[in-house]
C-alpha cells in the first residue's frame, strides 16, 4: 500500500463582497461535473449563515460570529475534527474553506500546517478574490483606513492565485490602473486573472500553486498588527424586520452611510409569504427569491467599517417607521 493521499485544500480569501462565495460555488460546479465530493468550511462574521440557501443540498460546516483568523482560531481546529470524523463514514475529494472578508488566510493556513491536519490535508491554494471596482477606493488614504489598506495587501501578497474580479464594473483604463497598482505590490512576475462573476478556466482555479515549506514574508509582520482590523471592522445583526413593499427597502439600502461595506440577510416583502435573500456590496443591492422556509427569519447583516450602533439604529427606526 501506498502513503494515503491528502485531501487537497484550498483557501478562499478577499475583502468583503470581492466574489468570495461567487467563486467558490464556480468550483463547486466544476466538482460536481467531475463527481468529486467537496467539503465545505464557510466563515461569517456575523452570527448566523444568511448564504445557506446558496449551498442547498451539501455539507456545509459553518463557523459563525468571528473571523477564522483570531477569535475563532480554535473552532477551525473544531470543525477540522468533526469533517475528520465526518470523512471516516463518508471520504472526501477536496475542501473548500472561505474565510471572511476581513480574515487574513495565513491564519487559516497556520492551523492547516499544524498537527495533526498536516497529515491528511494538502494546501493547493489560497486564492485571493479582490474587486477591481473597489480596489482603488480600499486603497486610497482618502477613502479607506489603515487597517483596511493592510489588510487588502495582505490578502494580495499571501494569495498564489490573484483573481481580479468585478472587471464588468469598471472602464478598461481603470482596470489598467488596478492592475498596476497591484503590480507594485506583487511585482511584475506575478499573475493577475481578469474575471466578472468568479468565471474562470478550472485548470487555473485549482492548480496547485502553494508548496507547504513556503516561508511568507509577512508572516513576522502579522503578528503587529494582528487583530487590528478588528477596531474599525464591524457586523452588525438587525431583526424584527416587518414586511414592507420592496421599493422601501431599496430606498433604505441605498440611503445607508457609506462606511456599509456588506450586507446580506433575509427580508420580507408585504402581501408575500416568501423571502427575499438580498446581496448588498459596491453600493447596491440585489434581492433574490427563496422559497419560503419556516427555518429562516428576516435578518439584515451589515458589515462595515466605523459604524456607531446610534447611526444604524436611527437608520433602522426610519425603515420601521416608513420615514424615508
Ligand atoms: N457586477 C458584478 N457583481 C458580482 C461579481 N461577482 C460577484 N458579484 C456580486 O457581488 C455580491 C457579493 O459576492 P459574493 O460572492 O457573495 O462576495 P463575498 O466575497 O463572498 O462576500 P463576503 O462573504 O461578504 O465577504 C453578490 O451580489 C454577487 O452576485 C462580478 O464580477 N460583477
Known amino acids: 500500500m501506498g502513503t494515503p493521499t491528502k485531501i487537497p485544500v484550498y483557501i478562499l480569501g478577499g475583502f468583503l463582497g470581492s466574489g468570495k462565495t461567487t467563486v467558490l460555488l464556480k468550483m463547486l460546479e466544476h466538482c460536481k461535473e467531475k463527481g468529486k465530493k467537496p467539503g465545505i468550511i464557510l466563515n461569517e462574521l456575523g452570527s448566523e449563515n444568511v448564504e445557506g440557501h446558496l449551498f442547498e443540498g451539501r455539507k456545509v460546516f459553518e463557523l459563525l460570529d468571528g473571523c477564522i483568523c483570531c477569535t ?18 463518508s471520504s472526501l475529494d477536496v475542501l473548500f474553506i472561505e474565510g471572511t472578508g476581513v480574515a487574513n488566510p495565513l491564519e487559516i493556513q497556520e492551523v492547516l500546517l499544524g498537527d495533526p491536519y498536516i497529515d491528511q490535508f494538502e494546501i493547493m491554494s489560497i486564492i485571493t478574490v479582490l474587486d477591481a471596482s473597489h480596489y482603488l477606493e480600499y486603497q486610497s488614504y482618502f477613502t479607506s483606513s489603515v487597517e483596511v489598506r493592510n489588510l487588502v495587501k495582505e490578502q494580495i501578497i499571501c494569495g498564489s492565485l490573484l483573481l481580479l474580479n468585478k472587471t464588468d464594473l469598471i472602464q478598461l483604463k481603470q482596470l489598467e490602473k488596478v492592475i498596476n497598482k497591484i503590480k ?3 511585482g511584475e512576475d506575478k499573475e493577475i486573472i481578469t474575471c466578472t462573476n468568479g468565471i474562470v478556466d478550472p485548470k487555473i482555479l485549482f492548480d496547485k500553486r502553494f508548496q507547504s515549506f513556503s516561508i511568507n514574508p509577512l508572516q513576522t509582520n502579522i503578528n503587529s498588527h494582528h487583530h487590528d482590523h478588528h477596531s474599525t471592522v464591524f457586523a452588525f445583526k438587525l431583526e424584527g424586520i416587518p414586511a414592507l413593499p420592496q421599493k422601501t427597502f431599496e430606498k433604505w439600502f441605498k440611503a445607508l452611510p457609506s462606511n456599509v461595506l456588506r450586507g446580506k440577510g433575509y427580508i420580507q416583502i408585504d402581501n408575500s409569504s416568501d423571502l427575499l435573500s438580498f446581496q448588498y456590496a459596491s453600493k447596491k443591492v440585489k434581492f433574490i427569491p427563496v422559497p ?15 459604524l456607531h450602533n446610534e447611526d444604524l439604529n436611527i437608520h433602522f427606526n426610519h425603515l420601521l417607521e416608513g420615514v424615508l
Open 72 to 89: 475563532i482560531q480554535d473552532d477551525l481546529k473544531e470543525t477540522m475534527n468533526m469533517l475528520i470524523e465526518e470523512m471516516n463514514r
Open 292 to 306: 419560503f422556509s419556516n427555518s429562516k427569519k428576516t435578518v439584515i447583516i451589515l458589515i462595515g467599517t466605523d
Open 184 to 186: 507594485e505590490i506583487v
